[in-house]
């Protein structure tokens, strides 16, 4: 007897044997397969190793990109603390951003009407205007309220201080960019908490969990698994984002670039610098998402995907024919037949 | 006859519209194992998630070991109880669920010591201890790593039962725990709970495993449209239904 399996042909018995007679474990005679030829792969490997190669040549060998410069420029001190502050920046407004996230993310299912309303507001509002804009105002906030006072309205405040001194350029931007994003975070983090089933809550309710417990214990480590790849999204796009913070005067990453562009014109190659560290930092943060997933993916996945760095490895050397999955004792499930998906 | 565990009078219970309880009184002693049956929609895995309070009753009392679940008794009216004292109390009552809801993110050791630890303040060594002991009571003494979706189903409400009995409780609640398996997996859960039943546990077992209910239940309880229809001995009730209801219900099943 023998099964069409996509392209290869395997039989299933030996030649005269029943299926399944015999010894346990008798590895049935296979018929020799032949890989199907596929030129097509071949002809496309050739044309974009070619253009490729082209774009490299084209690139290396134009003196105008100035590489020397733009090597000089990025292990400059003003780079190098330019993207200090950049990093700095992208970490305290993703933590500002995820602690409201999950606050107004479970306000919003307080069932608390008020409660409810305030935080559909806040999304509302701070998703509803650029931020950019939202920048601007944090840094105009003392012409608003030129004191901030700390008491009950109407009586002698207990603690007050000068707006304009409290607000500095980076305070302003670091709230601006940390209450925009915990809007978005909310919505993340409420999908998150929305994919994890019912019954998880009920059963950590019938143990005798609070409800707090039982989210902070139960549910959202489950809901993780949901909340982080769009979370690296959003820690990567902030990254990029804080580039705005340049337009109040805060030395990041692309302030320090724009400055010496501006006392030497070298504009190309500081450009270059400033990209390779923009690079550098997203590149690190995708490596910490990944390591995130695989953290937070525990007991949810039978095969486990390995680090990329391996899969890379594995794809480079199976050009031609795949290597036969390995399945081992620790990684089948002796029975997997009745469970719950 | 003493005071029973489980006491529930003349509740009521609606979604929306739909009265799903319409007045239920039952007792279930000490050491007793009743068996509700009944069509799917007669309203017992709601009458059994009225009993720890996962659903809040519209009308009538419910007792545990003497102590009204989810509310105190100002002679003249209820006074809803705060949340610490309804998660006390439920701590008490184990429950098992048809689709087990085991958390997936733990290993089954992590799972049966996760309340213990968490909401008994029991010492881990001690928790974990305990945990091994319950797992190889049910059979699973080499699954103690596993998470559970390298687990069968069977295993699955195994381990679901042991983590219910890690909380040391004084009724166990079962909401058709085997309906969400396959049939070759029936049998070794049933067995789990038949070994329970035998050590003395009271329990409440929602179901729709006659031969079970026939077999370990002291006492089998017919629900249909949110009220009790009939409810005797497995023998009188299900060997001599009285009801036309019961009759037919026995008849389609059986």
Redesign the interface.
Known sequence: MTVRNGSRTVALDGPGGEFGDGAAGRVPDVVPVRPLRRPGRWVATVVVAVLAAAGIYSVATNERFEWDVAWEYFRSEQLIDGALMTLRLTVFAMAIGIALGIVVAVMRQSGVWLVERVADFYVWFFRGTPVLVQIFFWYNIASLYPDLNLGIPGMDPWLSVDANEAITPLMAAMLALGLNEGAYMSEIVRAGLLSV?E??M??????????L?ALR??VL??AMRVIIPPTGNETIGMLKATALVSVVAVADLLYSTQVIIAMTFQTIPLLIAASAWYIVMTTVLSIGQGWLERH?S?????HPPDPFWVRWRTTMTRFHAPRPVQRTAATE?D??????? | MSEPIVKIRDVHKSFGRNHVLRGVSLDVAAGEVCCVIGPSGSGKSTLLRCI?H?EKVNGGRIWVEGQMVGYADHGDHLRELP??EV??R??????V?Q?????????ALENLV??PI???REPRAEAEARARALLERVGLADKVDA??????????QRV?IA??LA?RPQVMLFDEPTS???PE?VGEVLAAMKDLAMEGMTMVVVTHEIEFAREVGDRVVFMDQGVIVEEGTPDQVLGDPQHARTQHFLARVG
């Open positions: 089933d019954g998880q009920e059963a950590a309710q019938s143990l005798g969990m609070s409800r417990r214990r139960v480590p489950q937070f525990r007991g949810a996945l039978a499930p029975q997997v037949e009745g469970g719950p998906r | 720890n996962l949340d610490r998660h006390r439920r701590a008490r009552i184990g429950m669920f689709r087990f809801n085991l958390f997936p993110h733990k290993t996760e309340a968490g909401v008994l998470y559970p979706r390298h687990l069968s189903g069977g295993q699955q679901a983590r219910a909380m969400a398996l396959d997996l």
